[in-house]
């Protein structure tokens, strides 16, 4: 026998690999839907890069990208990476008092998070430091700057390294999606999810499976989210009960509160010529 003759290729879809993503992935596992795609798992940065190359079908993708590149993407209803207040594993972590901060590492993950602390620093504290980009180590970006933005696995460390040293913990930590929403009054959209639009177009059926599977997956982790929590401590360094917080603490959702928290994001970033104006956002038919 042959292979059957017209038989499609899976498509190909990336995920973020930061313990944000974990209780996606852990739907994928459990569904048995990881067998239909062939997935990727990456930095955001690199994952950006690959979605908008074409390198990758259907993918997350940090809002700044997708605000820049919205013409050619449609967004996944319903899925997204926020919170609505702390996110945890969001920070400015700096060695000076905030007013003193002259230069901030931006680390290299990021797009949107290395967006917003600028946005923050610039507009909300009228400051005006010089920016370095780097990788996204800690001890090494505040040895060459004042301050320094993380996201992901190390941020969500150094939040947790602060709150086990309390007060005598030697770094000044801001959770930047508590800083947006006490400046914003809104909740904050870290990244969304998209299909490149010439691929929804060919494929309507498959960005549709992707999508159940995604948010169905989603759905089935967070109701068993102490389990999963429970699971993934084995490996991490974080021990359940905080995987747990984290888990809960963000904001999967991409609901019409979310979206107000996206177009204040696109105004202001817009405002700055840092992205396009936002006309609108379109959504893949699931
Ligand atoms: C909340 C997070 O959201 C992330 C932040 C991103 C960015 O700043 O560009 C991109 C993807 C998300 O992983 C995180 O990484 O901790």
Redesign the pocket.
């Known amino acids: 026998m042959t292979a059957s003759a017209g038989a499609e290729a899976r498509p190909r879809v990336g995920h ?1 690999q ?1 313990l ?1 993503c974990l209780p996606l992935y852990w739907g994928l596992v459990h569904s048995g839907a990881l067998l239909d795609i062939e997935l990727t798992k990456d930095t ?1 940065d690199r994952l950006n890069e690959a979605l908008v190359a074409g390198e990758l079908d259907i993918g ?1 993708i ?1 809002l ?1 990208e997708y605000l820049r590149h919205a013409d050619d993407l449609v967004v996944l209803p319903d899925l997204a ?1 926020g919170a609505d207040g702390p ?1 945890l ?2 920070v400015l972590s700096s060695a000076v008092p905030l007013d003193d901060v002259r230069t901030v590492a931006l680390g290299s993950t ?5 967006l917003l602390a600028r946005m923050l620093l610039e507009e909300r504290h009228g400051l005006r430091p010089t920016y370095l980009t780097m990788p996204p180590d800690l001890p090494s970006m505040l040895r060459e700057a004042d301050a320094a933005v993380v ?2 696995d190390v ?1 969500l460390r150094a939040t947790y390294d602060a709150e086990r040293g309390g007060t005598g913990h030697p770094l000044g930590l801001i959770d930047l999606s508590a800083a947006w929403r006490e400046w914003s009054g809104l909740p904050m959209v ?2 969304v999810w998209a299909a490149r639009k010439s691929f929804a177009q060919r494929h309507p059926g498959t960005v549709k499976e992707v999508h159940d599977a995604f948010r169905s997956g989603l759905d089935l982790a967070l109701r068993d989210v102490d389990q999963v929590a429970t699971r993934a401590a084995r490996f991490e360094v974080f021990d359940p009960a905080t995987l747990a917080r984290y888990f809960t603490t ?1 904001d999967f959702r991409l609901g019409e509160w979310q979206q107000a928290g996206i177009r204040a994001f696109a105004e202001k970033a817009a405002r700055r010529g840092d992205v396009p104006p936002l006309r609108a956002m379109t959504f893949a038919e699931v």
């Open positions: 973020i930061f944000n955001p997350p940090s700044v990476v996110v594993s969001v990021s797009r949107t998070s290395v996201i992901g941020a870290f990244a963000l």
